[in-house]
Each structure stands twice: as C-alpha cells, then as structure tokens.
C-alpha cells in the first residue's frame, strides 16, 4: 500500500538524501510513500563483486553487465505492477504528463546508470523504459532518479497541502507560472501591481492569466507553441 519506489544503484547511500527533507520528507515519514535503494553490486560476480566489463567492440570507459543487472532487478521486482525506468539522457524526457501519470499508479523500479552505459539487451529484456531530465549528462542516474520520484511525491494526495496542489500551477495549464508578490507593497523602488491590491478577484485572474500567457510566449516558445495547437 502506498507510492512506493525501488531504486537500483551503485550509490544506495546516496537514498533518500534529498528526498528526506521538505514536502517529500514529511511524507516520507508520515507513510504516504516508501522508498528503498538496492545495491547492484549485492548482485556483482566473484570475489571483487564485479558489475561491469569492457565495451564489446573496444573504447573507453566500462559497461555494467546484463546479467549482473538483470539479477538485481529480478530480486528486487521479478513479479511487480510497477513500470520500470533506466535514467539515461538517451531517454524520452521527463514531462509533467507523465509524473501525473506515474503518480497515479503503484509507484516506480528505477535502474540508475553509470560508467559508459548498460549492456544495451538489459534494457529490452527487463522492459526498462529510458527516461532523461534534460539535455545535460550527470555522472549518474541517481540526481535523476530523485527528481523524478520527488515530482511524483508532491502529487500524491495529503502531500502538497492546499497550496497551489494543481490546476493553476506552472505546466498543468500548459503555462508558465505567474509572477508571486508578497509585503511589503513597496520594497527598494520596486511596487506590487496596483491590480493585485485591488480586491478585484476577476481582474486579478485575467492579469495573472495574461502574464502567464506572456511569460510563456517570451521564455517557452516551444511550450506556447505546442498549447496553440
Ligand atoms: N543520467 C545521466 N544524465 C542523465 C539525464 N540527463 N537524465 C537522466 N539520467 C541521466
């Protein structure tokens, strides 16, 4: 019961580490969602516990193996409802339709890469779905693995509170969020928008609406673009 996540790595220390903290952490410890790391190496071959070998076809750096890999995965999710992820910035990217749908389902296996790759036959015969979250390489699959799992945490019911648990914020419209002011009503200069101090909810919404559209338009052309159509 609950959101669960299993994460495969060969840094389960590095688990929950940033996920113990803030809105996930709370939740984390109250139960709403679990977590537990496992280290492929536990699966590693000989007396070294070696989990990777030389790329076939030469070069540089190493691969972790398919059947050390496959052998962690089977322990940890042989017969599992769950999806299964590899991060790797080879993936599809991460978007906000999918957390919401990942978040909606019984949680996530996620395999975190390092070295060079995976043997490329773990990925097929395991049906690990490749997922990147962003154009950028990290040295590894765990940062990645965390951002996705907190994504998905916040949206879990009782986690996020009232504030801003949906509709109106950034991407569930399809928009950029909004500019945010708070006291003082003047500050260095700079003033809040006469509107939002005018008690008038309806023109609030529009200009908020308009700024969103316009903050997307200037900054996220591909997302504004991908909205009009
Ligand atoms: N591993 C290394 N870089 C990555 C990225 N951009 N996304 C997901 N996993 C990764």
Known sequence: ??????VLTLFPEMFPGPLGFSLAGEALKRGDWSLDAHDIRDHGLGRHRSVDDTPAGGGPGMVLRADVLASAIDAVCAADARPRFLMSPRGRPLEQARVRALAEGPGAVIVCGRFEGVDERVIAGRGLEEVSIGDYVLSGGELAAMVMID?????????MGHDSSGAEESFEAGLLEYPHYTRPRAWEGREIPEILLSGN??????????????????RRPDLWEKKST
């Open 201 to 218: 909810h309806g023109a609030v919404a529009r200009w908020r609406r308009e700024e969103a559209e316009r903050l997307t338009r200037a």
């Open 151 to 159: 994504a998905c945490v916040r949206l879990l019911p009782g986690v």
């Open 1 to 6: 019961q609950g959101w669960h996540a299993s």
